[in-house]
């Protein structure tokens, strides 16, 4: 059983920042893409940003030059560091990865708001 935990969103104003922390867990689990989505109420759940076992990321066009997404394979944790948040950033963050023999895990989500 593979478990995801994610901490770290919260409220924050408008030009602020958060980081996300997202904790994998479970026996004989090799992970190869981790990642952030969101979805705001209302809207999809879309992808933030991702980066693979290499280190190669990919961001949403929205995020790009506020977010940075990082991992440590030693901990298998993923990080996302937002800054600049807008309120259009406001949604619940949900951390996701896919294992090496291409089954897809999910967090629970973490509500981040932006607002004054």
């Known amino acids: 059983q593979v478990r995801l935990v994610e901490s770290g969103g919260g409220l924050v104003q408008p030009g602020g920042s958060l980081r996300l922390s997202c904790a994998a867990s479970g026996s004989s689990f090799s992970i190869n893409q981790m990642g952030w989505y969101r979805q705001a109420p209302g809207k999809q759940r879309e992808p933030v940003a991702h980066?693979?076992?290499?280190?190669?990321?990919n961001y949403a066009d929205s995020v790009k030059g506020r977010f940075t997404i990082s991992r440590d394979n030693a901990k298998n944790m993923v990080y996302l560091q937002m800054n600049s948040l807008k309120p259009e950033d406001t949604a619940v963050y949900y951390c996701?990865?896919?294992?090496?023999?291409?089954?897809?895990?999910w967090g629970q989500g973490t509500q981040v708001t932006v607002s004054s």
């Open positions: 980066i693979s076992s290499g280190g190669s990321t």
């Open positions: 996701d990865v896919w294992g090496i023999g291409g089954s897809h895990y």
